[in-house]
């Protein structure tokens, strides 16, 4: 399985009937398209709707997903303005979100919104997602760009949020951020410790649980 | 009161060295037609308090490339790669806030209080030299209330009182910055007579709109 569709598919395994979700860009979106079939988990877009649907036939000037792209709402959905999108973002409302990262380390910190003289997108709703959902899950491709490790001891980029992010998923692993330090949980099919060790920064247990990812 | 004006008109209300706050969300629901005006009258060191700086070709963007901007408040900038050279080129200023900020100070701007408590930010540069607040134990960030002399926004439909509805996710700043402006123009595609908005179908009341610009044909700007 290619990493990008394994690593969504880890993440929708989290999901449960009646949650009520945000899917960032790239990776984390991609978890829509494995949620199971016996369970109905609303989709939020914090540019203003519940029940973000697939991209229609119809292209709707007026629809588009937080990233700008045609969307459509599912039956049920329901439109609303910035503030409320944002009172249900922050105001515990949101189940989970699952967000990229360029530095996640071992207390939670997440860093994903700007690489100062380099990369100044701007944070958008980020710092908010990660602040308000009760339940923060990084999803990202385990080794960055010239493989360096993104899971750290410590972030040296601005942070997102402090001591948010509860859960990592890769295409290597799934690490969960507890109280007592950030602990091995699940390896991928076919992927040594050896090769989870080297290619993380970040200091971490491993569950006396540990299982193969079931993806 | 006929609150029913032209571009021409609506054009003298934006002026040099204005604060504009404009609505849409990566160009969805930015009253595209009002910009292309601001864009003819050519006005400059215009302060813009918006959710992005959308696109070069695309709304608030056509006004960043035709360097009419002093200032963006704005929460994102990435899709438009003239904002981010002209912010390292020391000719624009930005000043970033995270979305949810964004919206609650504009909607404290508008509703009388002074400023909000939020946790977002916390632990971040975006707290630097803010005031932290504990309110039962739990700490917060004041984040102080935000107005504008003008609020330019988009509706699908509207009453000649002003009432507006909104379509889809065109909605998202456009009510919010109507409640935080001295003046407020509306772009919206079709004007009934007062009665046929149904009141339980408003979605902004008239009270707060001054004026409606009637753009039929569907813009489609630059």
Redesign the interface.
């Given at each position: 399985m290619e990493s990008r569709c394994l690593i969504a598919k880890r993440v929708a395994q989290e999901f449960k009937d009646g949650d009520l979700v945000n899917l960032g860009i790239g990776i984390p979106t991609l978890a829509a398209n494995y949620i199971p079939k016996n369970i109905s988990v609303t989709l939020h877009s914090e540019n203003g709707f519940v029940g973000l649907g697939p991209v229609g036939a119809l292209v709707d000037r007026d629809l588009t997903n937080a990233g700008g792209q045609p969307a459509s709402i599912s039956p049920g959905g329901a439109t609303f303005d910035s503030a409320l999108s944002f009172a249900i973002i922050r105001g515990g409302h949101l189940t989970a979100t699952v967000l990229g990262a360029l530095e996640v380390d071992q207390e939670g910190n997440l860093a994903n919104w700007t690489i100062p003289g380099k990369l100044v997108p701007g944070m958008g709703g980020a710092m908010d997602l990660v602040v308000g959902a009760k339940r923060v899950i990084v999803a990202m491709e385990h080794v960055g760009k010239g493989d360096s490790s993104r899971i750290m001891k410590k972030c040296t980029l601005p942070l997102t949020a402090a001591g948010a992010v509860e859960m990592i998923v890769t295409d290597y692993c799934v690490f969960k951020i507890t109280s007592h330090g950030m602990i091995l949980t699940e390896i991928a099919p076919g992927v040594s410790l050896e090769t989870i060790r080297a290619a993380t920064e970040a200091d971490y247990s491993i569950s006396t649980e540990l299982k193969e990812m079931a993806v | 009161m006929n609150k029913v004006i032209n571009l021409t008109e609506a054009a003298e209300h934006i002026n040099d060295a204005a604060v504009i706050m404009i609505g849409g969300?990566?160009?969805?629901?930015t009253p595209e037609a009002i910009i292309d005006t601001i864009l003819e009258k050519n006005v400059k060191n215009l302060t813009i308090i918006a959710?992005?700086s959308g696109f070069p070709d695309r709304g608030i963007g056509k006004l960043v490339v035709n360097r009419q901007v002093k200032k963006l408040v704005?929460?994102?900038?990435?899709?438009n790669p003239e904002t981010?050279r002209q912010?390292r080129a020391n000719e624009l200023e930005v000043e970033?806030v995270?979305?949810?900020?964004l919206?609650?100070r504009i909607?404290s701007g508008g509703a009388g209080l002074g400023g909000v408590l939020?946790?977002?930010?916390?632990?971040?540069?975006?707290a630097d030299g803010k005031p932290i607040i504990t309110v039962d134990d739990k700490e917060f960030l004041l984040e102080k209330p935000i107005r504008a002399e003008l609020a330019l926004i988009k509706a699908?439909r509207a009453d000649a009182a002003g009432n507006l509805i909104?379509?889809?996710?065109?909605?998202?700043?456009?009510?919010?910055i109507a409640t935080a402006a001295n003046i407020v123009i509306a772009e919206v595609q079709d004007v009934v007579p007062v009665g046929q908005i149904e009141p339980d179908e408003v979605m902004l009341p008239g009270i707060l709109v001054d004026f409606l610009v009637m753009v039929r044909e569907?813009h489609h700007g630059k």
């Open positions: - | 969300f990566l160009s969805v629901g959710n992005d704005v929460s994102h900038i990435g899709t981010g912010m970033l995270p979305q949810g900020t919206v609650e909607r939020t946790p977002t930010g916390l632990g971040t540069m975006v699908a909104f379509r889809k996710s065109a909605r998202n700043f456009n009510p919010v569907e």
